[in-house]
């Protein structure tokens, strides 16, 4: 990574920010939990780079420990997503 | 298998990201957050299926082992918790987002080590090794932090403030050394010891962090732990110079901060104070026996039956205790025949009622309470004065009139429900026991309270029945 590569980074970094905060503060209270678990699952995109470390099989030791990162990340994503959804079905059969 | 050019790659991650940024969009309305759900995971199924098409992928039995492993316990986890456990499984999956971005950081550096033809040529810039330094710093802490709350929430170790003499300053040290190493891994990256050793000791720090916080600072701690996710996710982005785990890192950062932001406005204290503070009950205060003796009325399901009956409004104030008791679908059941006999009802939600934000909200929900019945604080205080009856149920600390009036209180400024200004209050409650604050509740001894001693969900049977024998 030189330096033109980290300002890059940082600028996307800096506005991705400022819209994470323009939307958040609309999300009603009522929805924080769902927010909280559905957030938490985005986060689990750090399974795209656990699949690279699994596998491009550079050595046993980190194809070792990208599967345990895929399994922890694609738990987060699929358990994530899911919860969420089941929760937000909840809200939505009251309209 | 046909291979993406990377160029092309980054442009499906570019819409990965858009995908996610509508996603949340979709979730500022009731009405359109499920959609918005599906549209965040259609981003996440697009770059997961991209990222397989990636060249530099050319073994993928792990790969399949992994996502199969992970999507069985995902599914099994996310279909049987109970909606009242929901606090300690987010927790959980905070925790295993953080470790899998250690572990891919991680990876990165010993792929990038064993690259180079001589410990000198190391391919990594300082800027990579901060951000692997950060990722396995953020995540490890993330992970072991997480772990400790799973524990607490579920009950498997004491779920109150547990410390010991110097703990802060064990704290400081242990963050220190941590800094230390990630100092060192900057310095001399010719070899990975020094971030695993990194790794273990904010694996220590994230568990020593956790420990001291306790009971109702919890909500605080998790939407912390969702933000430190997103960073280490972001962390991670950066080491591998990937764009959307950037932005998707940053957008889970900022809604875990403001989250937590939300979550200390609701307490009035400092994110400092819930963090590194000691709840201790003041000295001056009134004692309990002070406060309650002679004082306490006691009622009975019967009694309160006849006060429901000439009511024609009525607030639930639901607290912790109400989800310890699963007494959501007995509250759903008074709140539908106190409707059929012409009573309106309404929910007083306070922000840190229960153990994660939304907590009581996603409870309610799963028993057909409609949303637009819970009023937050602020619709809900001007409410109390034109209300027959405020029906506390497991709340104490929320409801605790020495906010407003006791300076020198551990809740001094706190905002409250003023149920206090309701015709009459009945306090659903096991014993007097005091909150987590540790302080008496003078609104079970004022004057216009009624205590129903008994556990929540059987005191409300209780109720129904008497009101249908009127």
């Given at each position: 990574?030189?330096?033109?590569?980290?300002?890059?980074?940082?600028?996307?970094?800096?506005?991705?920010?400022?819209v994470?905060?323009?939307?958040?503060?609309?999300?009603?209270?009522?929805?924080?939990?769902?927010?909280?678990?559905?957030?938490?699952?985005i986060?689990?995109?750090?399974?795209?780079?656990?699949?690279?470390?699994?596998?491009?099989?550079?050595?046993?030791?980190?194809?070792?420990?990208?599967?345990?990162?895929v399994?922890?990340?694609?738990?987060n994503?699929?358990?994530?997503?899911?919860?969420?959804?089941?929760?937000?079905?909840?809200?939505?059969?009251?309209d | 298998?046909?291979e993406?050019?990377?160029?092309?790659?980054?442009?499906?991650?570019?819409?990965?990201?858009?995908?996610?940024?509508?996603?949340?969009?979709?979730?500022?309305r009731?009405?359109?957050?499920?959609?918005?759900?599906?549209?965040?995971?259609?981003g996440?199924?697009?770059?997961?299926?991209?990222?397989?098409?990636?060249?530099h992928?050319?073994?993928?039995?792990?790969?399949?082992?992994?996502?199969?492993?992970?999507?069985?316990?995902?599914?099994?986890?996310?279909?049987?918790?109970?909606?009242?456990?929901?606090?300690?499984?987010?927790?959980?999956?905070?925790?295993?987002?953080?470790?899998?971005?250690?572990l891919v950081?991680?990876?990165?550096?010993?792929?990038?080590?064993?690259?180079?033809?001589?410990?000198?040529?190391?391919?990594?810039?300082?800027a990579?090794?901060v951000?692997?330094?950060?990722?396995?710093?953020?995540?490890?802490?993330?992970?072991?932090?997480?772990?400790?709350?799973?524990?607490?929430?579920?009950?498997?170790?004491?779920?109150?403030?547990?410390s010991f003499?110097?703990?802060?300053?064990?704290?400081?040290?242990?963050?220190?050394?941590?800094?230390?190493?990630?100092?060192?891994?900057?310095?001399?990256?010719?070899?990975?010891?020094?971030?695993?050793?990194?790794?273990?000791?904010?694996?220590?720090?994230?568990?020593?962090?956790?420990?001291p916080?306790?009971?109702?600072?919890?909500?605080?701690?998790?939407?912390?732990?969702n933000?430190?996710?997103?960073?280490?996710?972001?962390?991670?982005?950066?080491?591998?110079?990937?764009?959307?785990?950037?932005?998707?890192?940053?957008l889970?950062?900022?809604?875990?901060?403001?989250?937590t932001?939300?979550?200390?406005?609701?307490?009035?204290?400092?994110?400092?104070?819930?963090?590194?503070?000691?709840?201790?009950?003041?000295?001056e205060?009134?004692?309990?026996?002070?406060?309650?003796a002679?004082?306490?009325?006691s009622?009975?399901?019967?009694?309160?039956?006849?006060?429901?009956?000439?009511?024609?409004?009525v607030?639930?104030?639901?607290g912790?205790?109400?989800?310890?008791?699963?007494?959501?679908?007995?509250?759903?059941d008074?709140?539908?025949l106190?409707e059929?006999r012409?009573?309106?009802?309404?929910?007083?939600?306070?922000?840190?009622?229960?153990?994660?934000?939304?907590?009581m909200?996603?409870?309610?929900?799963?028993?057909?309470?409609?949303?637009?019945?819970?009023?937050?604080?602020?619709?809900?205080?001007?409410?109390?004065?034109?209300?027959?009856?405020?029906?506390v149920?497991?709340?104490?600390?929320?409801v605790?009139?020495?906010?407003?009036t006791?300076?020198?209180?551990p809740?001094?400024?706190?905002?409250?429900?003023?149920?206090?200004?309701a015709?009459?209050?009945?306090?659903?409650?096991?014993?007097?026991?005091?909150?987590?604050?540790?302080?008496?509740?003078?609104?079970?001894?004022?004057?216009?309270?009624?205590?129903?001693?008994?556990?929540?969900?059987?005191?409300?049977?209780?109720?129904?029945?008497?009101?249908?024998?009127?």
């Amino acid at each position: 990574m030189d330096a033109h590569t980290l300002v890059i980074g940082l600028t996307v970094f800096v506005l991705s920010i400022f819209v994470g905060v323009e939307i958040i503060t609309k999300i009603p209270p009522t929805l924080h939990t769902p927010l909280m678990s559905g957030s938490n699952a985005i986060s689990g995109i750090t399974l795209i780079g656990a699949l690279l470390s699994a596998g491009s099989q550079h050595t046993a030791l980190t194809a070792l420990l990208g599967t345990l990162a895929v399994v922890l990340a694609t738990i987060n994503v699929v358990g994530g997503f899911l919860v969420t959804h089941r929760m937000l079905e909840m809200f939505r059969r009251k309209d | 298998m046909q291979e993406l050019p990377s160029w092309l790659i980054d442009l499906f991650y570019l819409v990965a990201a858009a995908l996610f940024i509508l996603g949340l969009k979709g979730l500022t309305r009731p009405r359109t957050a499920v959609r918005g759900n599906i549209t965040g995971a259609c981003g996440m199924l697009l770059a997961v299926v991209v990222t397989l098409l990636d060249h530099h992928i050319i073994d993928f039995r792990w790969i399949l082992l992994g996502l199969a492993i992970g999507t069985a316990v995902g599914v099994i986890l996310a279909l049987r918790i109970q909606m009242t456990a929901m606090p300690q499984l987010v927790a959980l999956f905070n925790g295993f987002g953080g470790g899998a971005s250690a572990l891919v950081a991680g990876a990165a550096l010993i792929e990038a080590i064993s690259a180079a033809s001589q410990p000198e040529a190391v391919g990594l810039t300082a800027a990579n090794l901060v951000a692997t330094a950060a990722s396995g710093l953020i995540g490890a802490v993330t992970l072991t932090g997480s772990l400790v709350a799973f524990a607490k929430l579920q009950d498997l170790i004491s779920s109150g403030a547990t410390s010991f003499p110097g703990h802060q300053a064990a704290n400081a040290l242990l963050a220190a050394v941590a800094l230390g190493l990630a100092a060192w891994l900057v310095g001399d990256p010719s070899g990975s010891g020094s971030y695993w050793l990194l790794v273990v000791v904010a694996s220590v720090l994230g568990v020593s962090l956790v420990l001291p916080i306790g009971g109702a600072d919890m909500p605080v701690v998790i939407a912390l732990l969702n933000s430190y996710s997103g960073l280490a996710a972001a962390a991670t982005g950066f080491v591998l110079s990937n764009n959307v785990l950037i932005i998707s890192g940053a957008l889970v950062g900022a809604s875990g901060v403001i989250l937590t932001k939300i979550m200390c406005e609701a307490m009035n204290r400092s994110l400092f104070n819930v963090l590194f503070g000691v709840m201790a009950p003041s000295e001056e205060g009134a004692t309990a026996d002070e406060v309650y003796a002679g004082k306490i009325k006691s009622t009975s399901a019967e009694e309160v039956a006849l006060l429901f009956d000439t009511a024609r409004r009525v607030m639930i104030v639901p607290g912790y205790g109400m989800a310890v008791a699963q007494a959501q679908h007995a509250v759903r059941d008074l709140t539908k025949l106190l409707e059929s006999r012409g009573c309106e009802v309404l929910f007083a939600i306070h922000p840190v009622a229960g153990r994660m934000p939304g907590h009581m909200n996603v409870l309610l929900a799963e028993a057909d309470i409609p949303y637009d019945k819970l009023k937050d604080l602020d619709e809900a205080n001007p409410l109390f004065e034109q209300t027959d009856i405020a029906l506390v149920i497991g709340a104490n600390d929320v409801v605790n009139p020495l906010a407003q009036t006791d300076p020198n209180s551990p809740i001094a400024g706190m905002p409250i429900l003023e149920v206090g200004k309701a015709r009459t209050v009945v306090v659903v409650k096991r014993s007097l026991s005091p909150g987590f604050a540790g302080i008496p509740n003078p609104l079970f001894a004022a004057d216009n309270t009624l205590m129903l001693f008994g556990d929540g969900q059987a005191a409300v049977r209780e109720l129904i029945a008497a009101l249908k024998e009127l």
